[in-house]
């Protein structure tokens, strides 16, 4: 077991981030995902798996969808826990271990419930306020998939649309600034779930443009993926934004305590 590691500290200064660090990260992830293909394709087949089920519920139940969405990008990271471990075990130069990816979280059951709990409230929220819009603006009952399609790109419904997504937007602004290092600083760092959102939160806040460049490349990844026959693009995406996310932790944060990567990245451009 490693020693734990510490939460970064309220008044401790941010990292500079430039607009070619989010790309860096995705080199570094692609890296990782490189040096344990079996795993990461693991990982991969759960990220698919989600999608299936996402699927499943828009054609069944399409007032559901955006709440769905929301759960994933909730769920999204907990599946990638055992990538965050494939990164670290690679940055330490530990041999990678399948079972030990699949077990990681079990030494922080503590934070990593909080977590859960605050994330689950969330997405009861998103949820219900889908389906407030959902009865505004379509009084005679709940939209069957075509009936939703239709009012998407119908222009008398832009109030619809415009709502939807303006409520949406919201919601997964929160999650991602709330969530988007979080769970890995849980995980290399052993703090607890409150410490680590604020830090998350600190990090969007004080690098704003930065981490909106990393949200949409994540958005636009993922979307590319889905857009796939099947979404059989989430197999590689999927487990190449998890290490990515690694990546990102250490950019937003530094290296944790007493941890320095074993080799650096040489050949790739220096910060500016």
Same mark, same amino acid.
């Given at each position: 077991?490693?020693?734990?590691?510490?939460?970064?500290?309220?008044?401790?200064?941010?990292?500079?981030?430039?607009?070619?660090?989010?790309?860096?990260?995705?080199?570094?992830?692609?890296?990782?995902?490189?040096?344990?293909?079996?795993?990461?394709?693991?990982?991969?087949?759960?990220?698919?798996?989600?999608?299936?089920?996402?699927?499943?519920?828009?054609?069944?139940?399409?007032?559901?969808?955006?709440?769905?969405?929301?759960?994933?990008?909730?769920?999204?990271?907990?599946?990638?826990?055992?990538?965050?471990?494939?990164?670290?075990?690679?940055?330490?130069?530990?041999?990678?271990?399948?079972?030990?990816?699949?077990?990681?979280?079990?030494?922080?059951?503590?934070?990593?419930?909080?977590?859960?709990?605050?994330?689950?409230?969330?997405?009861?929220?998103?949820?219900?306020?889908?389906?407030?819009?959902?009865?505004?603006?379509?009084?005679?009952?709940?939209?069957?998939?075509?009936?939703?399609?239709?009012?998407?790109?119908?222009?008398?419904?832009?109030?619809?649309?415009?709502?939807?997504?303006?409520?949406?937007?919201?919601?997964?602004?929160?999650?991602?600034?709330?969530?988007?290092?979080?769970?890995?600083?849980?995980?290399?760092?052993?703090?607890?779930?409150?410490?680590?959102?604020?830090?998350?939160?600190?990090?969007?806040?004080?690098?704003? %443009?930065?981490? *909106? $460049?990393?949200? !949409? @490349?994540?958005?636009? #990844? /993922?979307? %590319?993926?889905? *857009? $796939?026959?099947? !979404? @059989?693009?989430?197999? #590689? /995406?999927?487990?190449?934004?998890?290490?990515?996310?690694?990546?990102?932790?250490?950019?937003?944060?530094?290296?944790?305590?007493?941890?320095?990567?074993?080799?650096?990245?040489?050949?790739?451009?220096?910060?500016?």
């Amino acid at each position: 077991m490693n020693p734990p590691s510490h939460a970064v500290r309220p008044d401790a200064a941010l990292p500079h981030l430039s607009p070619a660090d989010p790309f860096r990260w995705l080199v570094r992830g692609a890296r990782d995902l490189g040096a344990a293909p079996g795993i990461s394709f693991f990982y991969g087949l759960c990220f698919w798996g989600m999608a299936a089920l996402l699927g499943a519920i828009f054609r069944n139940a399409p007032e559901y969808t955006m709440s769905f969405i929301c759960g994933c990008f909730l769920v999204g990271p907990f599946l990638a826990m055992g990538l965050y471990e494939v990164s670290r075990r690679r940055e330490l130069g530990l041999p990678q271990d399948f079972a030990a990816s699949l077990t990681y979280w079990d030494r922080h059951l503590g934070s990593m419930g909080l977590l859960v709990l605050v994330m689950a409230l969330l997405e009861l929220l998103w949820g219900r306020a889908s389906l407030v819009i959902f009865a505004v603006f379509f009084d005679t009952g709940m939209p069957t998939t075509a009936t939703v399609l239709q009012a998407v790109f119908d222009p008398a419904n832009a109030a619809f649309v415009a709502a939807y997504l303006a409520v949406g937007g919201f919601f997964a602004a929160l999650v991602f600034a709330s969530c988007v290092i979080t769970i890995p600083m849980i995980l290399d760092r052993d703090t607890d779930a409150i410490s680590a959102a604020l830090a998350s939160l600190r990090v969007v806040v004080g690098r704003p %443009g930065v981490m *909106l $460049l990393w949200g !949409a @490349l994540i958005v636009g #990844l /993922v979307l %590319g993926a889905f *857009l $796939l026959p099947w !979404a @059989l693009g989430l197999l #590689l /995406v999927g487990p190449w934004l998890g290490h990515a996310s690694w990546h990102a932790l250490r950019g937003c944060t530094g290296p944790a305590p007493a941890v320095q990567p074993l080799r650096p990245e040489a050949d790739e451009p220096s910060p500016a």
